[in-house]
Nanobody, 124 residues
Framework: VQLQASGGGLVQAGGSLRLSCAAS????????MAWSRQAPGKEREFVAA???????NYADSVYGRFTISRDNAKNTVYLQMNSLNPGDTAVYYC???????????????????WGQGTLVTVSS
């Protein structure tokens, strides 16, 4: 499966952005989908995941501010990011886990396909 992330950009602190991840090559409706991010000089970290049925999982750092969702008809996953702060500045990546299982779904090593990143920059 190929994943194409988009929607990044420059936003002021307190603002919002919505990222999109369009999948192609196969339907991802039965897969676990996730977003991760990598800030300069830091390791890639888990941000959020959504199961095929819409169950969600969030990192503590984004809980209550970010919302992951999916539109299976469009084969697309979204990340709505609100109340952004400079600490959210990073390259954001979407990923697909070719299984419906949510076992260890916050572990990025469990994901099989990755898209290219989209840069989010939050200014203070």
């Amino acid at each position: 499966v190929q994943l194409q992330a988009s929607g990044g950009g420059l936003v002021q602190a307190g603002g919002s952005l919505r990222l999109s991840c369009a999948a192609s090559g196969r339907t991802v409706s039965n897969y676990v989908m996730a977003w991760s991010r990598q800030a300069p000089g830091k390791e890639r970290e888990f941000v959020a995941a959504v199961s095929w049925g819409g169950r969600t999982n969030y990192a503590d750092s984004v809980y209550g501010r970010f919302t992951i969702s999916r539109d299976n008809a469009k084969n697309t996953v979204y990340l709505q990011m609100n109340s952004l702060n400079p600490g959210d500045t990073a390259v954001y990546y979407c990923a697909a886990r070719i299984t419906s299982s949510t076992w260890r779904w916050a572990d990025l090593q469990e994901y099989d396909s990755w898209g290219q990143g989209t840069l989010v920059t939050v200014s203070s």
